[in-house]
């Protein structure tokens, strides 16, 4: 009788130590989840991921739901009946296609142009000449000028009658020419006055791979008896590969923005016939002709786009660790 009255004091003893255990076990649980560095920092990082969230992702969703559908003018959307007829209009669109391949000279040649302006200023201020930090201060200054002010600037130099670009080539009887009224020009010109705006950029980034190579560098391919241009093609510039990779995905991404910079040169949405880009053109269908649900087709066009910039650049430095 004692044995059992022993066997079932041990068993309800056991019984309650296990509950005790997977309570003290919970408790822990939860103690090192509310201590935890993620739960702290939510009040940080929560209200912006949601304001990001609900103001970035899901617009981009709801503006991908709206060219889905025929919503136009001041009727408004349907989203029981959704379709691919936008993006089906878009394809039989020869303004489209004109504007998606200005856009696509604009990223390229800007890109390049910038880049290799940008190298050169580089390597010449790397060089210590004198008032070097007078010119690069000159070179930078146009960076921090918005759109709109380079764009004023650059539309009276760029004037027929009395810009000073078409008076300086009069000075060897040639001109004028109509810098932002030539189909063949204009585009160009757009991309000639941006360029003179970031090349002071891509200066800067390059600059600063340039002083973090070490001196040795150089002292040991001019011992090897290398030429200044052998030095920099074969040891310097192939070390520049990381600088040149960030500045050209800030130089596309800036390009693809480039709306208000036309919208000030030509004074609206309607660019010279030439300078058309996919930016204007959806500002163009959206507001001057209310053609809401194609404008947003146009939109996840962009989207696109800068996705197949940052995206493949975001995997590189994913593989790199660096995020």
Known sequence: ??????????????????????ERSGRSRWER????????????????????????????GWNF??????????????????????YRRMLDDPTFWEATQNTL???????????????????????????????????????????????QFWKWMYNSQFGIINEFFGLFGLGPYGWLSNPDLVLFSVIFALVWQFSGYTMIVYLAALRAIPQD?????????????????????????????????????????????????????????????????????AFARSQWAYSSAIAIVLFLLSLAVIAPYLYQQHRQGNL
């Open 33 to 60: 989840l509310r201590q935890s560095d993620f739960v702290r920092s939510a009040p940080f990082w929560g209200p912006p991921f949601l304001l990001m969230g609900f103001f970035v992702y899901a617009a981009i």
């Open 105 to 151: 000279i604009l990223l390229i040649v800007f890109t390049v142009a910038c880049l290799v302006a940008g190298l050169l200023l580089a390597i010449l201020l790397d060089r210590e000449v004198r008032f070097g930090r007078g010119f690069r201060t000159i070179y930078l200054l146009p960076m921090s000028l918005s759109f709109i002010v380079t764009a």
């Open 65 to 86: 739901l709206l060219s889905l559908t025929d919503y136009e003018r001041f009727q408004g959307p349907d989203y029981s009946n959704l379709d691919f007829g936008m």
């Open 217 to 285: 560098q150089y002292e040991a391919a001019r011992v090897d008896g290398a030429s200044t241009l052998k030095l920099y093609w074969r040891v310097i510039i192939p070390q520049l590969k990381p600088a040149m990779v960030s500045a050209s995905v800030v130089l596309l991404l800036f390009s693809l923005k480039a709306f208000d910079f036309l919208f000030a040169l030509f004074d609206g949405y309607q660019p010279r016939k030439g300078a058309d880009i996919l930016s204007t053109m959806m500002v163009r269908e």
């Open 1 to 22: 009788m004692l044995e059992l009255i022993a066997a079932v004091r041990s068993d309800g003893t056991t019984g309650d130590t296990g509950d005790d255990e997977d």
